[in-house]
């Protein structure tokens, strides 16, 4: 799956997940988002689900501060918003904090549910706290991978004791 990141640089570029995914030709640096790119968007109505695969051709993560993500993402973007089902950070910044996810943590996730698990997995292991993203979420993922539907989400999270 082709991945892509449109870099805001409102964070440390030494923190920034995007910039290293960059950095080792993991991703490309993108200014403008076609019709159809994934755009991961953490205020979509829409979860991402393993059925939207077929409607994409890429992953696009909007690199952003936390603090500034309201603001960085009520621009119109294009192509597919789709929100993740709830995880749990595993970088230092915010570790084990519901859907504070880094950029490599968020698409990491969508290859994972989209069937692209291999690929998912490797960019993990640019990260020193990759496996810890993943350790985390390694259930709620295989769970996730198998969605139908948005409606089955809230019996997961229930069973995982999220809400």
Avoid at 24 to 42: C, E, M, W
Avoid at 112 to 125: N, P, V
Wanted: charged share 25%; glycine share 4%; with cysteine.
């Amino acid at each position: 799956m082709k991945l892509q990141v449109l870099m805001f640089y409102q964070d440390d570029p030494k923190k920034c997940t995007a910039a290293k995914m960059v950095k080792f030709g993991l991703a490309q640096n993108i200014k403008k988002i076609g019709s159809k790119g994934l755009v991961l968007d953490p205020f979509s109505e829409k979860t991402l689900l393993p059925k939207d695969k077929s409607k994409i051709h890429s992953i696009i993560g909007i690199d952003c501060s936390w603090n500034l993500a309201d603001q960085a993402f009520s621009k119109n973007f294009a192509g597919i918003k789709r929100k993740l089902p709830p995880l749990l950070a595993g970088n230092p910044v915010n570790y084990s904090k519901l859907n504070k996810l880094t950029t490599a943590e968020a698409i990491s996730a969508s290859l994972f549910i989209l069937g692209s698990k291999e690929q998912s997995l490797q960019l993990l292991d640019k990260f020193k706290w990759g496996h810890t993203f993943y350790d985390l979420n390694q259930n709620l993922l295989d769970e996730y991978s198998k969605l139908e539907n948005e409606d089955q989400i809230e019996s997961i999270l229930k069973d995982y004791r999220l809400i």
